[in-house]
C-alpha cells in the first residue's frame, strides 16, 4: 500500500535560516503529493501541491518538487520567519489508495528569533 | 465558496460518557467526508471516510462510531468513552472523483477524556 516517511524532527533554525524537510514516499502509479502545515491548536491547511513528475508546488516562499526517480518530495524554504513554526506534514493520495489521503508522521518546526 | 464547519472546539468529558462531534460542509454536493485523529505528539489517523450518506467506512477497530445522515453531514460518535480516546479530531472533505486533489479540514475538535 501507500506510505509515507518524513525526516524525523523537532527541527529548529534561526530566523532567515535555510529550511529542508525530508519526504519519500511509496506508491504505486502517479500519485499526487502535498504538503500540509499545522499551526498550533489549529487544523490543517494545504499548502502546496504537484500533481505529476517534475512539478515544483509553491507557496508563501515554500517549494517543493515531485522527484519520481527518487520517490520524494522535499520542502524547503530559502529563510524562514518565526511564523512559520508549525508541524509540517508529508501526504499522498492515488496509487493503491485512490482517493484516500495517506500522510507522514509530521515534522514540528521551531524558528527561534 | 466552500467551507467545512467543526464544533465544538474543546470539549472535556468524563470517562464512560457519550461523545458527538459534529462537521458540516457548504457550497458543495457528494463530498468525500473523513475523520482523522491527532494523539499528543503524534502523526494522523484516518478514523472513518465516506463517499455518501449512509456509507460509512472503518479504517481501524475503535471505540468509536460515525454516521452521515445527510449528504454534507458526518457526526462521530461514542456510547462511552475511554482516557484512550482523547485527542484532537478532524473533519476533512474532498471532491469527488479526483485524486489530483487535496482534502480540506476543519479547525478540529480538542477532546480530553477525564
Known amino acids: 500500500g501507500n506510505s509515507v516517511t518524513q525526516m524525523e524532527g523537532p527541527v529548529t533554525l534561526s530566523e532567515e535560516a535555510f529550511l529542508t524537510i525530508n519526504c519519500t514516499y511509496t506508491?504505486?502509479?502517479?500519485?499526487?503529493l502535498f504538503w500540509y502545515v499545522q499551526y498550533p491548536g489549529e487544523g490543517l491547511q494545504l499548502l502546496l501541491k504537484?500533481?505529476?513528475?517534475?512539478d515544483k508546488g509553491s507557496n508563501k516562499g515554500f517549494e517543493a518538487t515531485y522527484r519520481k526517480e527518487t520517490t520524494s518530495f522535499h520542502l524547503e524554504k530559502g529563510s524562514v520567519q518565526v511564523s512559520d513554526s508549525a508541524v509540517y506534514f508529508c501526504?499522498?493520495?492515488?496509487?493503491?489508495?485512490?482517493?484516500?489521503?495517506?500522510f507522514g508522521q509530521g515534522t514540528i518546526l521551531t524558528v527561534h528569533p | 465558496s466552500q467551507t467545512i464547519h467543526q464544533w465544538p472546539a474543546t470539549l472535556v468529558q468524563p470517562v464512560g460518557s457519550p461523545l458527538s462531534l459534529e462537521c458540516t460542509v457548504e457550497?458543495?454536493?457528494?463530498?468525500?467526508l473523513y475523520w482523522y485523529r491527532q494523539a499528543a505528539g503524534r502523526g494522523l489517523q484516518l478514523l472513518f471516510y465516506?463517499?455518501?450518506?449512509?456509507?460509512i467506512s472503518s479504517e481501524v477497530p475503535q471505540n468509536l462510531s460515525a454516521s452521515r445522515p445527510q449528504d454534507r453531514q458526518f457526526i462521530l460518535s461514542s456510547k462511552k468513552l475511554l482516557l484512550s480516546d482523547s485527542g484532537f479530531y478532524l473533519c476533512?472533505?474532498?471532491?469527488?472523483?479526483?485524486?489530483?486533489?487535496?482534502?480540506?479540514f476543519g479547525s478540529g475538535t480538542r477532546l480530553t477524556v477525564v
Open positions: 476533512a472533505w474532498s471532491l469527488v472523483p479526483g485524486a489530483g486533489g487535496g482534502y480540506t
Open positions: 501526504a499522498l493520495r492515488g496509487g493503491t489508495s485512490y482517493g484516500k489521503l495517506t
Open positions: 465516506s463517499v455518501g450518506i449512509g456509507q
Open positions: 506508491a504505486t502509479g502517479y500519485p499526487s
Open positions: 504537484a500533481t505529476k513528475a517534475d
Open positions: 457550497g458543495t454536493s457528494n463530498p468525500n
